[in-house]
C-alpha cells in the first residue's frame, strides 16, 4: 500500500500524486483538499484527517474509508464504489448519487441524499447512523436513504421529502415529531420493507460494530412519494 | 475600471472566527492560519479581520481605520475629524511590504474620543455620533473611507487572500481575545480594499458568505434609518441592519436573528403560543429585514460573537470547542488548523443563532 502525506499539498497536488499511484492508498495529514479520488475505481483509499469537499465526487468503483469527519458534497453524483465515514458528515452528502453506497456512522447535515436517483441495476444508498439535518433527501428520484438516529440527535430536521418523486427512506423511528411534505406517504415499515433493505443494515453494524437483533428492535417508518409527478401542474402543466 | 460602488457584477467565501471565553488573549497568527486550508473559497480580491481587545491602551477612544488615497485627503479629512473630535492618537497601520499585496492606500488609525459640545448641540449620545460621522465620511469625502470606528477592536482588510493580508498587517502583532476571518469571493462588484470583509459599524462587523436576494429591500428599509450603503455589496447592509436592531432598537441577539433568518411560517405553527406570538411579531414589524439567499455569517461585537445561516442553510458552517476556545468555520478543516483536536464539531441549524460570550468582566 501508497501513502501520501497531505501536510503543504493543495488539492491540484494532492489529486496528481493520487492519479500517480496505482493500487491501494492511504493519505494521512489530509486539511480540506477538496475532490479527493474523485472518478476513482477499482481500489481502496484510507484518510487520515478531514478530507475537503467533493470528496468521492463521480466515484467509478474505489472504495473510500475516512477516519473521521467529511465535510460538504461527500459522493457526488457517484456511480460506483462505496464510502464510508467513521465521524459526521456535511451538507449535501450523497448529492446526485445514480449508484454505490455511503455509510456514516454519525449525523448529516443538511440535505442528505439531495437528488438520488436509480436507473435499472443502479440503485444508490445512503445509510446514516445518526440523525440528519433538514431536507432529508429533497428532490429524491430514486435510490434508499436509511437513518438510524443512535447518536441522540433527533432523527431528521424539517422538510423531509420535498420535492420526493422517487426512491424510498426508511427511518428508524415512529417519527411523529417530524412533519413531512404534503407529497409523501409515510407509513410505519413493514417487515418486507425492512426484510430489502437488511443487506444495508448488517452492513452498516459490521463496519461500525452494532449489535443487529439491538438495531433492529424499535419502530421504523418508510416514506415513499405518492406519484412519480407529486407537483403536476404546481407551476406548469406537465 | 469603474469602482466599487459604481458597477454591480451578479459569491462562495471563506469565514472563520476564534473566541476565548476567559477572555485570554491571542495573536491573529492563528485565525490567519485558519484560512489556508479554505484558500480555494477565495479568489484573491478581499481578505480581512476583525480582531477584538487589541487595543487596550486606548480602550475606551473610538478607533477610526481609514483607507485615503492620497496625502491631500488625509489631511482635508484630519481636519474634518478635529471638528468633531479630540485626536488622541494619528498614525500610520504598520504593514509589510510583501509581493502579494500591491496597490495600498494609505492605511492610517486615529484614536479619538467625541466632543462633547458637539454631541449636545445634535442632542445625540456618543454611538449615534460616531455613526454618523462615519457615514458623512464615506457618502461625501471622495478618496477617504472610514472602514472600522470601534472601541477596542479593529478591521484589516485588503485586496488579496486572506493568509496573505494577515501577514500584511502583521497581526501577529496584535493579540485579541476574539478574531472574525474573511476570503472573498466577489460576484456582485470589482472587489476593491473597502469592500473586503469585514464589514464594520461601531463594534459590530460582519463576515458573510453568501449572495443575498434581498439587498435593495433591505438597503430601502435601512436608508430610511440614516444608514447609507455606498458600497452595493450585500454585506454593508447586513451590517447597518444588526446596528439597527441591537442598539437602535434594543433587541436581543436572538431576536435579531428571528428577524434576519425569521422562520417559516409553517415553523412558527408549530412552536407553542407566546413564541409563536413574539417571532410572529418580529416577522411583522421587521418584514423588510428578512435577508433571503444563501447566507452564513460571523457577528462579531464588543464580548462576543454570533453565527448564523439562513433558514434554508444553503450555505456551510461549523463550530468547534477546545478548552476556552469556541470556533467557527466555513469548513472544519479550518477549526483543525487551530485545535487539531478540538472537540464538539456541530453545524447549527439554518437560522438558528449560535452565540459564544466572553464571560461578565474578563474583556
Redesign the interface.
Known amino acids: 500500500m501508497t501513502t501520501i502525506d497531505a501536510k503543504e499539498l ?2 491540484t497536488k494532492l489529486n496528481d500524486r493520487i492519479r500517480e499511484t496505482a493500487g491501494d492508498l492511504e493519505i494521512v495529514n489530509c ?4 475532490f479527493i479520488a474523485d472518478g476513482q475505481s477499482g481500489r481502496t483509499i484510507t484518510i487520515q ?2 478530507p ?2 467533493a470528496l468521492g465526487a463521480y466515484l467509478n468503483g474505489a472504495d473510500i474509508v475516512v477516519n473521521g ?1 467529511a ?2 458534497a461527500v459522493g457526488d453524483t457517484m456511480n460506483d464504489g462505496s464510502i464510508v465515514i467513521h465521524g ?1 458528515i ?2 449535501a452528502a450523497g448529492y446526485a448519487m445514480r449508484g454505490g453506497t455511503i455509510y456514516v456512522k454519525g449525523n448529516a ?2 440535505r442528505a441524499g439531495i437528488h438520488m436517483k436509480a436507473y435499472k441495476e443502479k440503485v444508490p444508498a445512503l445509510v446514516i447512523g445518526g440523525g440528519a ?3 432529508l433527501g429533497e428532490y429524491q428520484a430514486g435510490g434508499i436513504i436509511i437513518v438510524l438516529g443512535l447518536t441522540g440527535k433527533k432523527i431528521v ?2 422538510f423531509p421529502g420535498t420535492g420526493m418523486h422517487g426512491g424510498k427512506m426508511i427511518l428508524r423511528s415512529d417519527c411523529k415529531d417530524v ?1 413531512f411534505d404534503k407529497g409523501v406517504t409515510v407509513s410505519p415499515a413493514s417487515a418486507e420493507d425492512l426484510e430489502a433493505v437488511s443487506s444495508y443494515l448488517k452492513e452498516y453494524c459490521r463496519l461500525f460494530n452494532e449489535d443487529y437483533e439491538a438495531l433492529m428492535n424499535a419502530p421504523f417508518t418508510i416514506v415513499t412519494p405518492d406519484s412519480s409527478n407529486p407537483y403536476k401542474q404546481m407551476y406548469v402543466a406537465n | 475600471m469603474e469602482k466599487e460602488g459604481q458597477i454591480r457584477i451578479p459569491s462562495g467565501c471563506a469565514i472563520a472566527a476564534v473566541i476565548s471565553k476567559e477572555g485570554r488573549r491571542m495573536t491573529g497568527e492563528s485565525i490567519t492560519e485558519a484560512m489556508k ?4 473559497r477565495s479568489n484573491g480580491l478581499g481578505g480581512g479581520f476583525a480582531g477584538y481587545g487589541i487595543y487596550p491602551k486606548y480602550k475606551d477612544l473610538y478607533a477610526l481605520h481609514f483607507f485615503f488615497n492620497n496625502r491631500d485627503t488625509r489631511k482635508a479629512c484630519e481636519a474634518m475629524l478635529k471638528e468633531d473630535f479630540e485626536v488622541v492618537q494619528s498614525e500610520i497601520i504598520p504593514t509589510r511590504t510583501i509581493k502579494e499585496i500591491t496597490d495600498k492606500p494609505i492605511i492610517w488609525r486615529y484614536f479619538v474620543s467625541p466632543l462633547s459640545s458637539r454631541m449636545s448641540a445634535l442632542q445625540i449620545d456618543e454611538k449615534e455620533f460616531v455613526v454618523r460621522c462615519a457615514m458623512k465620511i464615506n457618502s461625501t469625502v471622495k478618496d477617504a473611507y472610514v472602514f472600522s470606528c470601534g472601541k477596542n477592536m479593529g478591521t484589516f482588510k485588503a485586496v488579496g487572500f486572506p493568509e496573505d493580508v494577515g501577514r500584511f498587517y502583521q497581526l501577529d502583532e496584535y493579540e485579541g481575545y476574539s478574531w472574525t476571518a474573511h476570503g472573498r469571493y466577489p460576484t456582485n462588484t470589482p472587489g476593491w480594499w473597502g469592500g473586503a470583509h469585514p464589514f464594520t459599524l461601531l463594534d459590530y462587523s460582519i463576515v458573510h458568505n453568501g449572495e443575498i436576494s434581498s439587498y435593495d429591500a433591505n438597503r430601502r428599509f435601512i436608508e430610511m434609518f440614516g444608514y447609507k450603503c455606498t458600497l452595493q455589496t450585500d454585506t454593508e447592509v447586513i451590517t447597518y441592519i444588526f446596528d439597527y436592531l441591537l442598539r437602535r432598537q434594543g433587541l436581543s441577539l436572538e431576536e435579531a436573528a428571528s428577524v434576519v433568518a425569521a422562520p417559516f411560517w ?2 412558527i405553527a ?1 412552536r407553542d403560543a407566546e413564541t409563536a406570538k413574539k417571532l410572529s411579531y418580529l416577522r411583522t414589524v421587521y418584514s423588510s429585514l428578512l435577508i433571503t439567499g444563501p447566507f452564513s455569517i460571523v457577528l462579531g461585537f464588543d464580548g462576543g460573537l454570533m453565527a448564523l445561516n439562513d433558514r ?2 444553503l450555505r ?1 458552517m ?1 463550530t468547534g470547542e477546545k478548552d476556552d476556545l469556541v470556533f467557527i468555520a466555513s ?4 477549526i ?2 487551530m485545535a487539531q483536536d478540538a472537540v464538539n ?1 456541530q ?1 447549527p ?2 437560522g438558528e443563532p449560535f452565540i459564544v460570550r466572553v464571560k461578565e468582566g474578563k474583556y
Open positions: 493543495d488539492f486539511l480540506g483538499q477538496r484527517g478531514v475537503g469537499n469527519n465535510q460538504d459526521n456535511g451538507d447535515g443538511y439535518g433538514s431536507f430536521g424539517n412533519r | 486550508p479554505m484558500h480555494d409553517s415553523t408549530g434554508l442553510k456551510s461549523v469548513e472544519e478543516a479550518a483543525r488548523v464539531i453545524a441549524a439554518g
